[in-house]
Structure formats: structure tokens, C-alpha cells
């Protein structure tokens, strides 16, 4: 069975940096792995995906700022985020799929229950 758990969400300040990490337990290999966010009142979408054969996707809002790494081992995502805008505000999911090359939230099989984000205007 497999159990996602994310942790590092809090209250920064615009400008600020959090890091965010999630553990996947019992992920099988060969599975994509991603955070997504979901603003309220907003669907949910990807923000950075790491592919197991390819290259990373980060989603235009955070590039250059948001960093992703992946601790294949021991099934460990982490997102760095810097430079944090009012805008970035929403709770934060990480998931594990096949096929999260565009990290596309209809192409994962396992999320966890998320972790808030919030950066005050």
C-alpha cells in the first residue's frame, strides 16, 4: 500500500524560502513523482514533476524560482521554493504517477493530503 506524506508548509513572508518534502512509502519504481497546488476556489494544477526517465517540468509561474529533487532510494520529493510571492498561496500535494511528463493532475495514482502554503499580500 502506498502512503504519500508532504511536510515544510507555514506562513513566510513575500521573498521568503520554504521547502517543502514528501515521503512516498511503498512506491513500486519506475513512477513519476510531482507537487501540485490548489488555490482556493481554483482547480488543481502542477507545479514541478520529476519523470523518471526525463527531464524536469516546472510549470512557467515558478520557473527560476522553485527547484524540485527527487531522493530516488529512498522515495523522497522535496521543492525548494524561493523568492515566494503573495500568489504562491495554496495548499501544496504531492503525488506519484505514470506519465506526469506535463504533470498533468489527471495522470496521478497516489496524492497526499497536502500541506498549506501561505504567503501574505
Known amino acids: 500500500q502506498v502512503q504519500v506524506v508532504e511536510s515544510g508548509g507555514g506562513l513566510v513572508q513575500a521573498g521568503g524560502s520554504l521547502r517543502l518534502s514528501c515521503t512516498a512509502s511503498?512506491?513500486?519504481?519506475?513512477?513519476?513523482m510531482g507537487w501540485f497546488l490548489q488555490a482556493p476556489g481554483k482547480e488543481r494544477e502542477g507545479v514541478s514533476c520529476?519523470?523518471?526517465?526525463?527531464?524536469?517540468y516546472y510549470a512557467d509561474s515558478v520557473k527560476g524560482r522553485f527547484t524540485i529533487s527527487r531522493d530516488y532510494a529512498r522515495n523522497r520529493l522535496y521543492l525548494q521554493m524561493n523568492s515566494l510571492k503573495p500568489e504562491d498561496t495554496a495548499t501544496y500535494y504531492c503525488?506519484?504517477?505514470?506519465?506526469?511528463?506535463?504533470?498533468?493532475?489527471?495522470?496521478?495514482?497516489?496524492w497526499g493530503k497536502g500541506t498549506l502554503v501561505t504567503i501574505p499580500s
Open positions: 503525488a506519484a504517477g505514470r506519465g506526469l511528463r506535463r504533470c498533468q493532475s489527471d495522470r496521478v495514482d497516489y
Open positions: 511503498g512506491l513500486p519504481s519506475g513512477y513519476d
Open positions: 520529476i519523470p523518471w526517465d526525463v527531464s524536469t
